[in-house]
């Protein structure tokens, strides 16, 4: 059962506008988040995490927001570039230490 | 710079055969992590290992194993490959260090089951 759920397998965005990037759990003992981006032919990176004693976490142009009630992370990309253009997942981890669960992507397409 | 490499990039098997994928990572980390990333799925974890010779299972061991017999290597055997493990196979690594850390990962390996 998919515990780290991400519903919008892609989405398009203008250069210049923002990305919106959703993430849903349903694990309520997650309690550390982090978004990671994949390019074609290559391995995950990091991008942005955040732990749920915060609601925000900003670098640079990256946002994670986390809503603890409503068990939902987002990722806001302003403003987006071509350069963003990637899949994009969410990963959740609890108490159990190292192992995190992750979503299964949203593909973003940023037009130029 | 932290480095995780993964032996093959692309691997074509015949099923039945044994198949042997490997990870090396140099930032001396204590876990080590595989996984498999198929299109709506996700990346699923298959094994990890928190320390040398010490392996857990993950989401969907069933038709692999692990070898961790050095800190720095961690590798993933299909005993007698099938055509449903036909899948991008990716590697990574993190600190104990803190409680939780970062996954660094490896480039992947696009393993194809004839």
């Known amino acids: 059962d998919q515990q780290v759920k991400q519903n919008s397998p892609s989405l398009s965005v203008q250069e210049g506008r923002i990305s919106i990037l959703n993430c849903d759990y349903t694990n309520s003992m997650f309690d550390y988040f982090l978004w990671y981006k994949k390019y074609p032919a290559e391995g995950p990176t990091f991008l942005i995490s955040i732990s749920s004693i915060k609601d925000k976490n900003e670098d640079g142009r990256f946002t994670v927001f986390l809503n603890k009630s409503a068990k939902h992370l987002s990722l806001h990309i302003v403003p987006s570039q071509p350069g963003d253009s990637a899949v994009y997942f969410c990963?959740?981890?609890?108490?159990?230490?190292?192992?995190?669960?992750f979503g299964t992507g949203t593909s973003l397409t940023v037009i130029p | 710079d932290v480095k995780v490499t993964q032996s093959s990039r692309y691997l074509v098997k015949r099923t039945g055969e044994k198949v042997f994928l490997e990870c090396v990572q140099d930032m001396d980390h204590e876990n080590m992590f595989w996984y498999r990333q198929d299109p709506g799925l996700g990346l699923r974890l298959i094994y990890f290992?928190?320390?040398?010779?010490?392996?857990e299972k993950g989401d969907i061991p069933e038709g692999y194993s692990v070898s961790r017999e050095k800190k720095e290597r961690f590798s993933l055997i299909l005993e007698s490959a099938s055509t449903n493990q036909t899948s991008m196979y990716l590697c990574?690594?993190?600190?104990?260090?803190?409680?939780?850390?970062?996954?660094?990962f490896g480039p992947g390996t696009r393993l194809t089951v004839l």
């Open positions: 990574a690594s993190s600190s104990l260090a803190g409680g939780r850390d970062t996954q660094y």
């Open positions: 290992s928190y320390d040398v010779k010490m392996k």
């Open positions: 990963a959740a981890s609890g108490d159990t230490g190292n192992q995190f669960y």
